[in-house]
């Protein structure tokens, strides 16, 4: 009898296909990824570093972790990668316990301005552990503070600033953050997570040259599986010759046990893949979808996403819009946005992406087309405000959910999503 779990993935597998993935973070793997994925790798317990395991029988698994390691290097132009992080909060929070210790100050973007969870935000550990300083964006222009970074990090004087984004549609520029970090006399940290993509193919500016170290997750621009790598620059070295000992231990014995090997080897297959020139094609096209999108939905992007803000269509849409928009086969999340007037739960934007279609072969014409749609749900959740008060909220969502589902006008653009979508392939789904 086979597992009811198969079901389930072909269910999944039917709606990736017939669906628009245009959640930022999202991406579809090669064939090649997903095999060394689900190989027999995942058998092997190898806890410690290539040539230092706790366990025998790693031969093999050195030479993966090892060849991952030197094409990551390659790939960034670093000096040391670590590889074994699980993901990419657990990178994050390896490297923010090392260099900032337990109670230690550090300083990172917010969450409602576009930064992630694990730079200091309340609801995350690294809010807690630490005496977390966070940074904002300028309300108007939407772009990073960086009068306030400056500020901030003279006041508090940090053991090390992040300088990384996890919602924001701008090219980030390291000069002026390594200037302040150097200034201080403390690390600096990017996380490139949303745009290491971007970084390796020359579409961003790369941090190498002025950050300690680089965080990033494996799986978003980067097109490879779930996981994280820790990079540390020679720069890093040059402030701590012991940097990169350091940060392998905080991961492996400090945070984790036994990495997962079947993952290192699909970082390895992706590493590959980013090395060509097919991927540089690739994140060239996704820059051009981007912008074409943010164009169509008056909005601008200079990388791979677009951060909607909905204000002008009434009071805390984001989850409005989310809904409606699934409801038409049409995948996004909704966010904050800077200065948000609603709140994190219910915020009044949305942020959509590039990279997943444009894995599948979608182009600048077919992001009008997806444009136009999208505009065509913003009119139909348009009048659906957010209550102010509180307690009629639940109320009023169980009744827009339901008003959604019969909306005809949702139903027809689902019919004609799914006939294109259904026209482009994703890798790896039959
Ligand atoms: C900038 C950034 N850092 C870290 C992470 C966390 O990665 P993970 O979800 O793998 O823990 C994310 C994920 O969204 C991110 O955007």
């Excluded at 300083?133 to 772009?143: E, F, H, N």
């Excluded at 209550?387 to 027809?412: A, I, W």
Aim: glycine share 10%; net charge positive.
């Amino acid at each position: 009898m086979t597992s009811k779990v198969f079901g389930l993935i072909k269910e999944e597998a039917d709606r990736q296909k017939y669906g628009l993935e245009m959640i930022p973070s999202e991406n579809y793997v090669s064939k090649d990824v997903l095999k060394a994925l689900g190989s027999i790798l995942t058998n092997k317990y190898s806890e410690g570093h290539p040539g230092a395991r706790y366990y025998g029988g790693n031969e093999v698994i050195d030479k993966i972790e090892r060849y991952a390691q030197s094409l990551a290097n390659k790939l960034f132009g670093t000096a040391h990668a670590i590889v074994q992080p699980h993901s990419g909060s657990p990178a994050n929070l390896a490297v923010a316990l090392e260099l900032a210790g337990p109670g230690g100050t550090t300083l990172g973007q917010s969450l409602t301005a576009g930064g992630h969870l694990t730079f200091g935000a309340a609801a995350s550990w690294t809010g807690r552990l630490f005496n977390a300083i966070q940074y904002g964006v300028d309300p108007k222009t939407w772009k990073i503070d960086l009068d306030e970074v400056r500020s901030l990090a003279k006041k508090h004087k940090p053991k090390f600033i992040w300088v990384g984004t996890t919602a924001y549609p701008f090219q980030i520029d390291y000069k002026p953050f390594a200037e302040i970090a150097d200034e201080v006399g403390c690390f600096l940290v990017a996380d490139t997570s949303h745009i290491s993509g971007l970084i390796v193919t020359g579409y961003h500016p790369s941090p190498v040259p002025y950050v300690h170290v680089i965080t990033t997750t494996t799986h978003k621009t980067l097109r490879g599986p779930r996981g994280a790598m820790i990079l540390i620059t020679k720069k890093g070295l040059d402030k701590d010759p012991e940097l990169a000992k350091r940060l392998e231990k905080s991961v492996m014995p400090g945070l984790q046990g036994g990495p997962h090997d079947h993952q290192t080897a699909a970082i390895a297959v992706m590493l590959e893949e980013a090395l060509r020139p097919s991927f540089k094609n690739y994140i060239g096209q996704v820059v051009k979808n981007a912008k074409m999108l943010a164009e169509e939905l008056g909005s601008v992007s200079e990388v791979h996403l677009v951060l909607l803000s909905l204000t002008h269509l009434g009071y805390g849409l984001g989850y409005q819009t989310q809904y409606a928009l699934e409801e038409a086969g049409i995948t996004v999340n909704k966010n904050t946005i800077p200065g948000e007037p609603a709140s994190a739960f219910y915020p009044s934007g949305i942020r959509l992406g590039s990279p997943a279609l444009t894995t599948r072969g979608i182009k600048e014409k077919d992001m009008v087309k997806i444009a136009s749609w999208i505009r065509k749900v913003l009119e139909e959740v348009k009048g659906h405000d957010l209550p102010k008060e509180q307690e009629k909220r639940k109320e009023f969502l169980k009744s827009y959910r339901q008003l959604v589902h019969n909306n005809k006008t949702l139903k027809d653009i689902r019919a004609e999503v799914e006939k294109f979508a259904g026209k482009f392939p994703v890798p790896a789904v039959q």
